[in-house]
């Protein structure tokens, strides 16, 4: 039932998305019953809106620019950035990438508009996974059906790997987005990212996380700290941005954090 639930929202979320590109579509239509939907659906002569190949779009597109983004050519030391791309390519469900994209085309924008911020938020989430596989933390060998990167490059390159891919999140944004996105929204939103995956957000939920496996008493209240400040957390960052990014309202911007939060905790 859960995951049926959320197959059913994230549908929803991306259909109201594609509309936005031909005719803007309020956020709230997010919220309609789903009889309404139905007659909205009902009423459209245009074929059926299929979420199987926006999703593949959409990741064909993320992994070319997540390809380009770590390109090998003329880099030094080489054995960092290839394990940077081992972590990063290929492999992944691509699911915050993909959500970024799409609240910043259900607001208005476009793909590349929000594409180098949906790499970033890639590489920020492969870098925590290298680090939640340290020996450290949860002493993983592996990762996507492979070692995992502290297996095969050595803890000191695996540490590094993550350093570089976590800078390399916030230069990208900064100096990859295009031009036709306003600076201050591109600040703002680098703000708000940082937020969600800081000590308040992402790493706050890692230490509570760590914490949990010395006790052999987790309350439920811990619990849910940890999935709060992890993957909801992530997630809200990731759809906040591309809204930002996109030019949504401060009214949008709210409403599709709210989403986010609640998104994080089913897919959790």
């Known amino acids: 039932m859960i995951k049926m639930s959320f197959k059913n929202v994230v549908h929803t979320w991306v259909k109201t998305c594609s509309r936005s590109k031909s005719k803007y579509q309020p956020f709230s239509s997010l919220f309609d019953s789903a009889d309404t939907l139905k007659k909205q659906q009902e009423s459209e002569s245009k074929p059926a809106f299929s979420l199987e190949t926006y999703m593949t779009q959409k990741i064909k597109s993320i992994n070319e620019a997540l390809d380009a983004a770590v390109s090998l050519k003329d880099k030094e030391p080489r054995e960092l950035h290839e394990a940077m791309r081992y972590s990063l390519l290929p492999g992944g469900k691509r699911v915050c990438p993909l959500f970024c994209i799409a609240s910043c085309e259900l607001v208005g924008g476009t793909e590349s508009m929000a594409m180098p911020a949906a790499c970033a938020i890639e590489m920020i989430h492969d870098a925590a996974l290298i680090q939640d596989d340290l020996p450290c933390m949860d002493n993983a060998h592996l990762r996507r059906g492979k070692p995992t990167t502290h297996k095969a490059f050595g803890e000191a ?112």
């Not at 031009?179 to 800081?198: K, S, Y």
Request: hydrophobic share 45%; charged share 20%; aromatic share 8%.
């Open 157 to 268: 390159v695996a540490i590094l790997a993550f350093d570089g891919l976590l800078t390399l999140a916030f230069e990208h944004i900064a100096l990859c987005t295009p031009t036709t996105v306003p600076p201050a929204r591109i600040v703002r939103g680098i703000g708000e990212l940082a937020r969600c995956i800081g000590a308040q957000g992402v790493v706050a939920g890692q230490v509570f996380d760590v914490i949990s496996q010395r006790e052999s008493n987790v309350t439920l209240e811990h619990l849910e700290y940890v999935h709060l400040h992890k993957t909801a957390a992530i997630l809200e960052g990731t759809v906040v941005l591309g809204a930002m990014l996109g030019g949504g309202s401060d009214e949008e911007v709210e409403k599709i954090r709210s989403f986010a939060r609640y998104v994080g905790w089913v897919f959790r």
